[in-house]
Structure formats: structure tokens, C-alpha cells
């Protein structure tokens, strides 16, 4: 039997505002890519450094995968925004929000004397805005409002019924 959290008003108030915050910027950023014909993730993972920059470069390269990664690109963050925002299916939301900002950090990490043709003005040696995303979602992850405010609530206590 899963354990129920107890939250007080105020700590309901910041998570589901957290929520819906973080949903709204996902779900603004897949449909600016949505509704831009020409937007591609070419430059974006041509431009990766660190780690794992073949592997992004790879997808790049090839023009069926860079298909497929464009599309999951635009249709998760909408995805992961409107179920943000919404409260509904808000852990699958919020999981792959993690796995695909995590990617986004892995592909642009904030290394030091390491500059980027696309430049995005927040970087803070090591951390930037990518890795401050997933941490913030792995808090809605451990501390979830979905099932207290949110379609989560009315879909799965239907079920409960």
C-alpha cells in the first residue's frame, strides 16, 4: 500500500505552482519548435561538446534518426508540458522530463573553457539552467501533487472506486 504524503497549504502551493511552471516551459518550448517549419535539432547536437558528443553527433549525421529526434524532441515537451500542467499522468510526465532535460545537460554540459556556437547565457561552471530543470523535477518526482491537484486525482480515484 503506497504511503501517503502529508503536505501543508503552503508546500502544496509551491509544488503545484513548481508543477505547472516547469510544464509551462516545456510546453511553450515544444510548440515554438512545433510551429517553426525549419526548426531542426541539427545545430544543437552538431554543437555538443563533453562526454557523449559523438553520440550526439551521431543522430546529426544521419538524416532518419535526426527525423525521429525531431519529432520526439517537439511532441515530449509537449507532452511533458501539458501533463505538467495538467496533473495528468504527471509521473510518466515528470520521469521523462528528467530523462530528456538530462539529455539536453549531457549534450551542452557546463564545462569549464568550453564555449558553445548556440550560446544560452546561463552557465555557472558545471551547472546551467538543464541540470537545475532535472533537479527541480526529480523533487516533483519524490514529493508528486498530481493525485492531489490534477487530472491524476479524478483518473485514478475512479479506478480506486
Request: net charge positive; aromatic share 16%.
Amino acid at each position: 500500500m503506497k504511503s501517503e504524503i502529508s503536505y501543508s497549504k503552503a508546500q502544496l502551493v509551491i509544488l503545484v505552482s513548481s508543477r505547472v511552471l516547469i510544464g509551462w516551459y516545456c510546453l511553450y518550448e515544444g510548440m515554438i519548435k512545433w510551429i517553426n517549419p525549419s526548426w531542426s535539432a541539427f545545430a544543437f547536437l552538431n554543437d555538443s561538446q563533453g562526454w557523449l558528443a559523438p553520440f550526439f553527433h551521431s543522430f546529426a549525421a544521419n538524416p532518419t534518426s535526426l527525423s525521429v529526434v525531431n519529432f520526439l524532441n517537439i511532441y515530449g515537451l509537449i507532452a511533458i508540458g501539458l501533463g505538467l500542467i495538467l496533473g495528468l499522468f504527471t509521473r510518466m510526465a515528470t520521469v521523462s522530463g528528467i530523462v530528456l532535460i538530462f539529455l539536453y545537460f549531457l549534450s551542452h554540459p557546463a564545462l569549464i573553457n568550453t564555449s558553445y556556437m548556440l550560446p544560452s547565457g546561463e552557465s555557472a561552471m558545471w551547472v546551467n539552467k538543464n541540470l537545475i530543470f532535472v533537479f527541480l523535477l526529480l523533487i516533483l518526482l519524490v514529493y508528486p501533487t498530481g493525485d492531489r491537484i490534477g487530472l491524476d486525482r479524478l483518473l485514478f480515484n475512479r479506478f480506486k472506486n
